[in-house]
């Protein structure tokens, strides 16, 4: 085996090598600490002012109040007319009258049926007499009428006279004041038609219908109404079975 070296440059220069010497010895040792400094004093305030007088309260001089000159008076207008204006309607004029309305059913009073009969024991002879039926029943017979003074006035019932062939008169009347009792004479005026029964048999009943309108009656006046009875000869006549209506219209 063969080495081959490699030929080393020549040295140009080479280093200086510069030796210190050796290290001296330290100082001397540390001294003691000194002792710490007082504490200064804190911030120091000094003592209060006195209070200053208080100073004067001055009211200002009022102010004068004068008045502005007053301004010269304006332009009088010229003359108003002297024309009076047409007169107005009276304030109390009165316009035309409305038309009346129709008046309705103002008060009824209803009979009952059976249980009111004329006289006791008939009327006989041939006399116009009284049924009395306001004495016997003055809640059913009469009548006080309230706003128009104008009545409807129906009667009915059934009448008989025990002899054969012997006909009855049936009359409605009405009036004011005492009312007349059973077997009384005539009285008061009559209204309706006069009504007149025949009978063939002395069992039979004949019905009998009195009505009217009657007009004028006296408002709030206590009226009576009743039936006068009257034979034709002889026997004795009787009614009952009655019903009474009065309507004031």
Known sequence: MTVVGTPQAPVTAYPIVVLAGPTGPSGGPTGSTGPTGITGAGAFTGPTGATGATGPSVT???GLAATGVTGATGRTGPPGS????PTGAAANLTGPTGPTGVDGPVMTIRGTSGGITGPTGGVTGTSELMAGLAQLSS???TFAPIRTGVALVIISGIVNNPT???GVTLRGRYGVGSAPAAGAAAAGNQFGRTQRTLQSGTTQFDTFVIHTRLEGLTLFANYWFDISIQNASSGNATIQDLQMSIIEV
């Open 60 to 62: 200002g001089p009022t």
């Open 164 to 166: 054969s062939g012997v």
């Open 82 to 85: 002297s024309i009076t204006g």
């Open 139 to 141: 809640v059913w017979f």
